[in-house]
């Protein structure tokens, strides 16, 4: 008689899914405290979310935020910001680390259920402490306060939504974020990919009459075309050069002509989109089919990952948006966590390692730039690896076999719900 012993793989996958022992909750736990309050306790926290703050304060004493060259969101992000510039600086020292961290947070449990992965698990609750305590861009973005941690939050929201068929309020979802931070723009192409063409439609007037709204509002809006779009199109300046992570950056620093940098860097970003867009056809065309977990958020990934490769500047914290994703897709066989290379291009932005100062401080950009080159280049290689979806063998009792798409749970992952 022949049995079928699970893998090592399975075995793995089926001991993260069990609920985590209440050990692992109040470890986890008192990482996000000791982060958020020593965030608190810093003399430069929320730095970057002082320049949208300083905007609505300017809005309230009517000046316009874009006399500010620093301000570079939309109109509609002023709006955003009233709320906290009507808060006492010393109780905001204390909320904003913890909204930071409750975004994030936010973001990671819309990344496990889109995987159907229990957030009680130990893959979840390991996998967020691990996260912040290994990942330097998180303690980063907690100490900054930048409103990237809305983008983290909102895109596996809004994959989660898509998934669940209601892209309407995808759409809401994503546009909402594009009017605090315009970083979700890219994602336009998932809705056209898709031609959820109403989605798309809500995730484009709701920034636009939002911007509106606040442009009435605020004396010479125009500021934001002639001033503030012309800075953030040069790469700001000096300030924002050491951490700039953009290839573009980069490789000028490097000794590369500038010309020759923005060539490499628009070929790597255009071989991403052909990349998502050959990700997207893979279509399970089979009995029940469906297009799965999987394509959404490896397409929206390298979209976001090819903009990142162009955009001026690229913040080591932008990889916050997609890497949730891409960490909860490890609880599918074959996602790219699964392999070792993904670890290794996280490599150069993990915290604990004693680097050379050479690359500390100001030339830490150079090792940014090589993660986010390399997890491009990672998830590009899936997706134009192979133009087939690989189904398996599915038996129900008094029907014939079928065949199951990538995106059904495997049989730890259905316990695991079950515990859930």
């Known amino acids: 008689m022949k049995w079928d012993h699970p893998s090592t793989s399975d075995r793995v996958t089926a001991w993260l899914l069990r609920p ?8 986890s736990l008192l990482i996000l405290l000791v982060i958020s309050v ?3 306790l810093r003399e430069n926290w929320g730095s970057d979310n002082a320049f949208v703050v300083k905007a609505a304060e300017a809005l309230l004493a009517g000046i316009s935020p874009y006399e500010d060259k620093r301000f570079l969101y939309l109109p509609s992000a002023v709006l955003m ?61 907690v100490l900054i306060g930048n409103w990237t941690a809305i983008s983290a939050a909102a895109l596996p929201v809004a994959l989660l939504l898509a998934h669940r068929r209601s892209w309407g309020a995808a759409g809401l979802v994503v546009g909402l974020a594009i009017a605090c931070k315009p970083m979700l723009v890219p994602i336009g192409l998932l809705f056209v990919l898709a031609r959820q ?12 009459g939002m911007s509106l709204a606040g442009a009435l509002l605020m004396p010479s809006p125009t500021l934001f075309f002639t001033k503030t779009l012309p800075f953030l199109f040069q790469g700001q300046d000096a300030y924002a050069l050491p951490w700039d992570a953009s290839p573009i950056a980069v490789l000028p620093r490097l000794g590369i002509p500038e010309p020759v940098a923005v060539v490499l860097a628009g070929a790597g970003a255009l071989a991403g989109l052909w990349a ?35 955009s001026r500047p690229s913040f080591d914290h932008y990889l916050l948006v997609v890497l949730p994703l891409l960490l909860a897709s490890g609880a599918r066989e074959g996602s790219m966590p699964r392999t070792p290379w993904f670890w290794a291009a996280l490599v150069p932005q993990m915290a604990l390692i004693p ?57 730890a992952e259905s316990a695991s719900r079950t515990a859930f």
């Not at 063409?197 to 636009?208: D, K």
């Open 276 to 310: 998502a867009w050959t990700r997207w056809r893979r279509v399970d065309t089979g009995p029940g089919g469906d297009a799965g977990e999987l394509r959404l958020a490896e397409t929206a990934c390298m979209v976001m990952l090819a903009a990142f490769l162009v």
């Open 38 to 40: 020593s965030t608190s």
């Open 20 to 27: 985590a022992p209440r050990s692992w909750r109040v470890v």
């Open 197 to 208: 063409w109403r989605g798309l439609a809500v995730a484009v007037l709701v920034p636009v």
């Open 355 to 411: 680097w050379p100062s050479e690359l500390a401080h100001k030339r830490r950009a150079f090792r940014d730039c090589a993660t986010l080159c390399g997890l491009a280049l990672l998830l590009a290689r899936r997706a134009l690896g192979s133009g087939r979806v690989i189904l398996k063998p599915v038996t129900t009792a008094g029907s014939p076999p079928r065949t199951e798409p990538e995106c059904a749970a495997t049989p």
């Open 81 to 141: 910001a009233v709320p906290e510039a009507l808060v006492p600086q010393s109780v905001l020292r204390w909320l904003l680390p913890v909204g930071m961290t409750g975004l994030l947070g936010l973001g990671w449990w819309a990344a496990l259920r889109l995987f159907s992965v229990p957030v009680r698990s130990r893959f979840a609750v390991g996998g967020f402490g691990l996260l912040a305590l290994a990942y330097k861009p998180y303690v980063n973005l």
